[in-house]
């Protein structure tokens, strides 16, 4: 995948190749992460939080045929099944991300 070199006007090279190692371990794991999830955990986690234009709750309602408050509950497990998988299969995750504040 292309680097953006005209960004290193005001970033180092580390950093904008660090930046881009960081992205491939991140998507490698969220990948990895996802097939942890059930079908509909699946479901949820790609429309609505994995999502560049997130559906509704209510929508994700209808399409399952349960209340908003349900996949509300559902969207909140999976957020915390994947701080759990983050913080266990990358415990020092903030320490590289840090300085790209």
Known sequence: ERIDFLKTATESIEDVVAKKEIETILHEKITEFKKSLTDRELEIFNIRIYSDNPVTLQEIGDLYDI???????????????????????????????????
Do not use: G
Request: charged share 40%; hydrophobic share 30%.
């Open 67 to 101: 209340s908003r408050e349900r996949v509300r509950q559902v969207e909140k497990n999976i957020i915390k099944k994947m701080k759990a998988y983050f913080k266990r299969e990358l415990p020092d995750f903030n320490v590289y991300t840090n300085h790209f504040d």
